[in-house]
């Protein structure tokens, strides 16, 4: 069956002149999935093929599983690997996440109405390689060799988780929650306070970091309110 699918997507996606079909979507608005593929550059695709209910989570509830191969121009099949996909709607996609000019693999699981969690995959000249999972609204790379990942914890308040990539590992370094709240203050009852504070995730000093030090380097600084 999946021979058939290879087959299937490589007569769109591998035409002269690099002419794309059957592509994967972004999300998906109803319905199951289907398998489709994802261009990774220099003639090659990564084939996508879903099991639906393969999987349990730790609540009991089944979740679908993906596997995946990476085909190259001859058609030959480069790797084989499968990963757990437990967001009902999104589709698993490709960015350079690490500017090194290969694409990386993101598998969504479990999403909100802003925020989600990521399985990360980088390609390296071996493949792909799993590195780890990153929560928010999308991962970036920010100052000084690290990641970022901003989630929304409410209308007024986030957190900005903070990631270095290497070895292929994605490891959490520490987090800043920064946003408005309301605090006691001398002309009224009450007023709209900015803050900024660092949560240590246990290797700032890796970082050769304080908390006082990561604040002040780190901190997003205050929006101007209207």
Request: glycine share 8%; proline share 4%.
């Amino acid at each position: 069956m999946f021979e058939m699918i290879i087959a299937a997507l490589l007569g769109g996606l591998m035409q002269p002149g690099g002419a794309a079909t059957d592509a994967c979507p972004y999300m998906q608005d109803d319905g199951e999935r289907e398998g489709c593929a994802l261009p990774l550059g220099d003639g090659r695709v990564l084939l996508l093929h879903f099991v639906l209910d393969a999987e349990e989570n730790e609540w009991g509830e089944a979740t679908d599983r993906v596997e995946f191969r990476v085909v190259n121009a001859a058609g030959a099949v480069e790797q084989s690997f499968g990963d757990v996909l437990e967001s009902e709607r999104a589709y698993p996609h490709v960015e350079d996440i690490d500017q090194d000019g290969d694409l990386d693999l993101f598998v969504p699981q479990m999403m909100g109405m802003v925020n989600s969690t990521d399985r990360l995959w980088v390609q390296t000249p071996d493949g792909f390689v799993y590195a780890g999972e990153t929560f928010g609204i999308s991962l970036n790379r920010a100052q000084d060799g690290l990641y970022e990942n901003v989630s929304r914890a409410s209308a007024s308040e986030r957190y900005h988780e903070f990631y270095t990539l290497a070895d292929n590992q994605l490891i959490h370094r520490f987090t800043l929650h920064a946003g408005f709240r309301m605090e006691p203050c001398e002309d009224k009852a009450r007023c709209m306070v900015w803050f900024c504070r660092a949560e240590d995730a246990g290797s700032l000093v890796d970082l050769s970091l304080t908390v006082a030090e990561t604040e002040a380097r780190y901190c997003p600084a205050e929006p101007e309110l209207d």
